[in-house]
């Protein structure tokens, strides 16, 4: 089953060529859900009948005139806090059991003109907050490479269904590393853009300066492939950027030779030691970026716990004001998670707040100083392999400092790339970031490495 | 260490929230006031008053 799922770079060449069908495509992956998706739970909706009616009416439009794009006939899936037209968008909330969408978000409009099929809506952690939740009408996802364990979050069901080739390619959103730490645990590759890149017009808010809609698929490449329907400019999203949008694809096979890459060692070693599994990764990823000609330095930056206060606090604060309504008339129909998410915004201050928020200008000034000379920097995502599901703490803001926080709180762009597979058979990540609008780069990097690596050849168990 | 967080002083800000907390909502909440208060510590550093938030705005030619 493994061998049939293609990625969407291969998929959009055989397409092009008419050598696959998007009616077929989409079968299979529509059986695959069917075959997989009762272990998963990587799914809230599935569109089947809509999907094939997109696929047959692809298919027709490819054969008589060829395909509009690369996404042209690719099966996709959208997290559940993505409005969709006559589609039901929960948020995997109560509060929303029924609610459906009279326009699409604007990420799903862009990948809809783009010709992707729409498979469905996948699973979220309720509102994109709290953890996984055993009290709400939809269960929390699976991770693919073993079912007992957790997938991370908040686009939890968009990376199981990544891994498992129940789709393409997904949608996201990223406050605190909803899209990177799903990409991490899943063993996918995920990207959160830069702030501003992509619009946030018709997706439930989470904390609105640092929430980011990006994609999440099996490579850089697809995920290259996806933001470029995705980005640009939208003035219904008050931080959409206004800038030309680059060809995200153009350079990704020019190479790294010469290309100044920075470690934060002391976010993995010091601040928050990762696993040794996690730790061999990232060394090894460092070994294999020399090997291809890139400068490698050390960086200095505050302390990853000094990131995640900053971002902690603005993230409390701000989700507690877009939910203040309910969580003043209706916090029991929250799960136990979010309610206590809410509650924690009444011991913040407002004085606290402002001051997070002059920390972040000082720590995003210094990000930018340390990468001034840099293409990129590298780091852990997530400090370990999957942990199984039912340990995640339900106070996990405080567990452990986040290691992609800090590209949330300076809005940098940040993607999560496999980077080996830990004792329990489940993968581990190295994260690397780039400059703001530096996507090109960053993809060009990580496409690098995933060519010189075995990762990408291997799927979940569950799948052979 | 930061202050004792009282339960008169939790009632209020919860009231002042407009929160309806069960007691073991209340405790639990309690509990975790120390690591937000370590949160709140770390991000005041010695900046001064002439620094500015980062979310004071600019006028653009789309206001004009």
């Not at chain 1, 364990?149 to 199981?160: E, K, L, V």
């Not at chain 1, 106070?395 to 830990?422: K, R």
């Amino acid at each position: 089953m493994a061998a049939a799922i293609p990625t969407i770079a291969a998929a959009a060449r055989l397409i092009a060529k008419k050598e696959l069908s998007p009616v077929e495509l989409t079968r299979a992956c529509l059986d695959r859900i069917h075959q997989l998706d009762p272990r998963l739970h990587a799914f809230i909706h599935v569109t089947e009948e809509r999907a094939l009616a997109e696929a047959r009416a692809a298919e027709a439009a490819i054969m008589a005139g060829g395909p509009k794009g690369p996404l042209h006939g690719i099966p996709i899936g959208l997290k559940d806090i993505v409005d969709t037209k006559g589609i039901p968008t929960t948020c995997q909330s109560r509060l929303l059991a029924d609610n459906i969408p009279d326009q699409d978000a604007a990420c799903a409009a862009r990948l809809n003109g783009a010709g992707t099929i729409l498979l469905g809506k996948t699973t979220t952690h309720e509102f994109a907050d709290g953890g996984p939740s055993f009290d709400l009408p939809w269960p929390p996802a699976r991770n693919p490479w073993n079912t007992e364990h957790f997938t991370a979050g908040s686009s939890s069901g968009t990376g199981a269904a990544v891994a498992a080739g129940l789709i393409l390619g997904g949608i996201g959103t990223d406050t605190g590393g909803s899209i990177r730490g799903p990409a991490a645990f899943c063993g996918i590759a995920g990207i959160k853009p830069t702030y501003g890149l992509v619009s946030r017009a018709g997706v439930a808010p989470a904390a609105f300066s640092l929430d980011h809609i990006g994609p999440m698929a099996w490579t850089a490449e697809d995920c290259a492939l996806l933001l470029q329907a995705l980005a640009g400019h939208d003035p219904r999203d008050p931080a959409s950027a206004n800038r030309p949008v680059p060809d995200y694809t153009a350079e990704l096979e020019r190479g790294i030779k010469g290309s100044r890459i920075g470690v934060i060692h002391h976010f993995h070693e010091v601040d928050y030691p990762v696993s040794p599994a996690t730790r061999r990764g990232i060394d090894n990823a460092i070994a294999t970026l020399r090997g291809l000609g890139a400068e490698i330095r050390d960086v200095q930056l505050a302390p990853l716990q000094d990131w995640g206060a900053c971002g902690s606090l603005i993230s409390i604060v701000e989700r507690a004001a877009a939910y203040e309504e309910w969580a003043r008339t209706r916090l029991g129909e929250f799960s136990e998670r979010v309610q206590r998410r809410l509650m924690l915004g009444a011991l913040v201050s407002g004085v606290d707040y402002v001051q997070a928020v002059r920390r972040r200008r000082e720590l995003r000034a210094e990000l930018q100083a340390a990468m001034a000379d840099l293409d990129v920097v590298l780091t852990a995502t997530q400090p370990n392999e999957a942990p199984r599901i039912d340990t995640v703490p339900v106070w996990d803001t405080f567990a452990a400092p986040s290691f992609m926080m800090p590209f949330n709180v300076s809005g940098y762009p940040a993607i999560s790339l496999c980077s080996g597979f830990g004792e329990g058979g489940l993968p581990v990540a190295i994260q690397l970031v780039g400059k703001p609008f530096q996507e090109p780069t960053l993809l060009r990097v990580a496409h690098s490495f995933e060519k010189a690596t075995e990762f990408r050849h291997r799927r979940p168990p569950l799948l052979t | 260490m930061p202050p004792e967080l009282t339960d008169q002083a939790l009632d209020y800000l919860i009231a002042r929230a407009g929160l309806s907390l069960t007691e073991a909502q209340k405790a639990d909440l309690k509990s975790v006031h120390a690591q937000l208060s370590e949160m709140a510590r770390r991000v005041r550093k010695p900046r001064g008053r002439m620094t500015e938030l980062a979310h004071v705005y600019n006028f653009t030619e789309e206001d004009l």
